[in-house]
């Protein structure tokens, strides 16, 4: 029987469904002792003094600490996208000399309950000498320089027929999800392992950190990941607070469990986006771009995390898109400043450069009078050229596209939409006085990052196959995708089977679940194992085992296309999007429906981080958005309907199954569509140059544009 390409129901739901949910904060162990972080209330200062006896004097406190009880715990690691000279900005678990943003863990408490703890966290004096803040990018120190490019860019300019220049910039957003972040640590001295519970996204890799800061064989130490709530990039990297909890659970031999609360969350947790870019293009006279240079500027914050310089590396490599574009130039000032460190979020350094290159394609067609689709089609590189080196490499892999047909998923695309018939109806709304427009934006992302997935499937006796990976869920089904391709495989039906991920103590091996690379190599480690598990079959009698690799030195490149209706009320300056469509190509769908429910998930945060999103800060480097009053999500009332077109045109020729990622096409280019769309509906080409477009920034736009017409 067929499985893959099947809109099957999640095997995860039951569980859910039933309330038998295993979240961070459900976990509990007995005599555990609850850890509290007393946090930096200034950005910039020396750190004189922490006064701890108060708070040691207060009812169940076990243990206050400050840097001096953890200064042999080495400075956080960097996990992607290390280049020379980053080691002096990483984070070290509890501040050493200064602070550097709001949030950063000071000291920390135990005690025996979270009230106890939290009280006495109030009672921990923090002496700092307050120093002046950096909160602009523009003005902060460097931490480093990443250029990529290739071609002649002077000639490129030389035979320009017009060189068209433009600045835009992303706010400060991130992943927010519903579950913040928490860990349950416990030390069995008896087997001398040490255990947190609550990892999610890359457990082997933070296994092997913790050990190695900890000074720990790494097979004595065991991360287990449970449920997780959501986690875009933000959740599951190694922060201070993991290392912390496990280095008590070790110390003060019992178990210690640790829940951050919303304001922590957003305070302490990573940030991402907040990029300038200073884009100069030479086009011809038909607006074919024949050379592009982008001035790149990241506020970092105060520190360098686990990301390392993966953003800016991302959005200088990924930056050109679908088009041609022989002569290129990206240079990428990573820059630190008194703010929260930033890391990634869904779609890094993609959504911002997409913002970035599709406002540019549209300042050509403006400046060159030409229909927006048709100078994307002009530059567009043809399916016959696929593979397509893009000259520059990421993430350690060279980036050639593997395989696509932009051409053929716009056409899909506009059909969608009805387009001509979709331009009168605009036209005629905006002749009786309403504003409203259409914006449609293109993009090509990244996935199936390697090296290596492994996976060990079991036949047991009664029947039942257990498939073990490496790999981690944040809730995007990957119980129910590995199941459908090892069943299409083997000819057992999914419900047959049980899926473990996220474990340590199960699987020697794992890259977990980042970039959008589960679907793709864990999927073909599972492919591998259930074959070589299917030839036992003939022979042995179960229980049978069998283990399978997928190895990988190349990304594959999945594609898009954002568009956006909307409707721009002139009394308020707020914007309806009224309609929503995420067109993409994956190669191939293994459970469509949950395709469907990532693109339209991503396209929720998408519209969040082009209209409501953004955490702010005052001079003082004070943050202004610590609550769900001042940091905005989007609703049930700001997102429409999302429609979905997924197509199979272009199958990856780089692993078995011919799939691409499907985790990150749904917001990729949301931002540079609802910008496109706020254009048309204002009838001002190139107005919005600034994401989030709220009504502030709206109000200027149209203030600006009462001037021009004085």
């Known amino acids: 029987m067929k499985y893959i390409g099947r809109s099957l129901r999640r095997l995860e739901d039951r569980t859910l469904l039933l309330g038998r949910g295993e979240y961070a904060a459900d976990l509990s162990a007995p005599g555990q002792l609850h850890m509290r972080v007393v946090r930096s209330s200034v950005a910039h200062g020396k ?99 990443i250029e990529k490019g290739y071609g002649d860019l002077a000639a490129a300019f030389a035979a320009a027929h017009a060189v068209i220049e433009l600045e835009v910039a992303v706010g400060r957003h991130s992943g927010v ?116 240079e982008d001035e790149i500027f990241t506020d970092q914050g105060a520190y360098i995390r686990t990301h390392g310089v993966t953003v800016s590396d991302l959005a200088c490599a990924m930056l050109p898109g679908p088009y041609i574009i022989p002569a290129y130039r990206a240079r990428a000032h990573v820059r630190l400043t008194n703010k929260t460190p930033c890391g990634t979020y869904r779609a890094p350094g993609r959504y911002e450069s997409t913002f970035a290159r599709e406002r540019l394609m549209d300042a050509v067609a403006a400046r060159l009078r030409l229909d927006p689709m048709q100078v994307r089609r002009r530059n567009f590189i043809a399916p016959e050229r696929m593979p397509f080196d893009r000259g520059v490499d990421t993430l350690g892999t060279r980036v050639v596209y593997d395989s696509g047909n932009y051409a053929l998923l716009l056409d899909k695309l506009l059909a969608r939409l009805d387009y001509p018939a979709l ?137 898009g296309i954002h568009a956006a209706v909307v409707r721009v009320d002139p009394a308020t300056c707020g914007v309806t999007v009224e309609r929503f469509v995420v067109g993409c190509d994956i190669g191939r769908a293994v459970n469509p429906m949950l395709v469907e429910g990532q693109f339209t998930g991503g396209a929720a945060q998408g519209i969040g981080g082009a209209l409501l999103e953004e955490f702010l800060y005052d001079a003082a480097g004070q943050p202004l958005a610590t609550t769900f009053a001042d940091y905005l999500l989007p609703t049930t009332a700001e997102v429409p309907p999302i429609e979905v077109l997924v197509t199979e045109d272009a199958p990856s020729p780089l692993n078995p199954l011919g799939v691409k990622g499907a985790g990150e096409g749904g917001i990729n280019a949301a931002g540079a569509a609802i910008a496109a769309a706020v254009d048309d509906a204002l009838g001002r080409p190139g107005a919005v140059t600034r994401l989030p477009i709220t009504p502030q920034r709206l109000h200027r736009i149209t203030l600006s544009a009462k001037e021009e017409h004085r």
């Open 177 to 292: 999800p519903l579950e913040t972040r928490g860990a349950l640590a416990e030390f069995d001295p008896a087997s001398g392992i040490l255990t947190m519970k609550g990892a999610a996204k890359v457990p082997h890799y933070n296994r092997d950190q913790v050990a190695r800061m900890l000074d720990l064989p790494a097979d004595m130490v065991h991360l287990i990941e449970g449920h997780v709530g959501g986690g875009f990039g933000v959740r599951g990297e190694l922060y201070p607070e993991d290392v912390l909890v496990c280095h008590a659970a070790l110390r003060l031999k019992r178990s210690v469990k640790w829940i951050e609360d919303r304001f922590e969350h957003l305070i302490a947790a990573n940030h991402s986006r907040d990029q300038i870019h200073r884009l100069r293009a030479a086009v011809d006279a038909d607006g074919f771009v024949l050379g592009l």
């Open 47 to 145: 750190l004189l003094a922490v006064h701890k006896s108060e708070a040691r004097a207060h009812p169940g406190v076990h243990a206050v600490w400050s840097y001096d009880d953890v200064r042999h715990v080495p400075p956080i690691g960097i996990r992607l996208t290390r280049v020379g000279g980053l080691e002096p900005y990483q984070q070290t678990v509890l501040a050493k000399d200064e602070v550097r943003y709001v949030g950063e863990p000071a000291a920390v408490v135990f005690a025996d309950d979270p009230y106890a703890a939290e009280d006495a966290a109030e009672l921990v004096g923090i002496e700092i000498d307050e120093l002046p803040a950096i909160v602009s990018p523009l003005e902060a120190p460097e931490a480093a320089l």
């Open 423 to 559: 331009k009168r109806q605009l036209a005629d709304r905006r002749a009786q006085g309403e504003k409203v427009g259409l914006g449609i934006a293109l993009f090509v992302e990244k996935s199936g990052l390697g090296p290596a997935d492994k996976a060990v499937i079991t036949l047991e006796a009664g029947g039942t196959v257990e498939i073990v990976t490496g790999a981690a869920s944040i809730g995007q089904g990957i119980e129910t995708v590995m199941a459908q391709i090892c069943a299409e495989v083997l000819d057992i039906a999914p419900e047959r089977m049980r899926v473990l991920h996220g474990r340590t103590d199960r699987i020697d091996h794992g890259m977990g679940a980042f970039a959008s690379r589960v679907t793709v190599m864990t999927g073909c480690a599972v492919k591998a194992a259930a074959e070589a598990l299917k030839e036992k079959m003939a022979h042995e009698q179960p229980p049978i085992s069998a283990e399978g690799w997928f190895r990988s030195t190349h990304m594959n490149y999945p594609y």
